[in-house]
């Protein structure tokens, strides 16, 4: 398995368990207040664009040749960062 094979199924991996983190999110806040919905969607639809983003930047990383990988690799890395963030203010604010 080549590095950048590696480095994908990582971030594969990470990006499986924040989907669940999402979904959790989304189960969550369909269940809770009208109030608290109305508070919180903005940022659930942050979180969503940042999924997007960074499954569409992982896709991207997936299919570069050997020798390209490496220039697509700090744009998914910053995507990923986002996409974590976006993740931990929606939590904090579901809590």
């Avoid at 999924?51 to 990988?69: G, K, V």
């Amino acid at each position: 398995m080549s590095a950048r094979d590696a480095y994908v199924e990582k971030l594969k991996a990470q990006f499986d368990q924040w989907n669940d983190q999402i979904d959790d999110l989304e189960t969550r806040l369909r269940k809770a207040s009208t109030e608290a919905r109305s508070q919180i969607e903005s940022q659930m639809a942050i979180l969503r664009a940042r999924r997007d983003e960074t499954r569409a930047r992982l896709e991207e990383l997936r299919r570069a040749s050997e020798d390209a990988w490496g220039d697509l690799r700090a744009g998914l890395e910053k995507a990923r960062d986002d996409l974590a963030e976006a993740l931990r203010t929606a939590a904090s604010r579901l809590r």
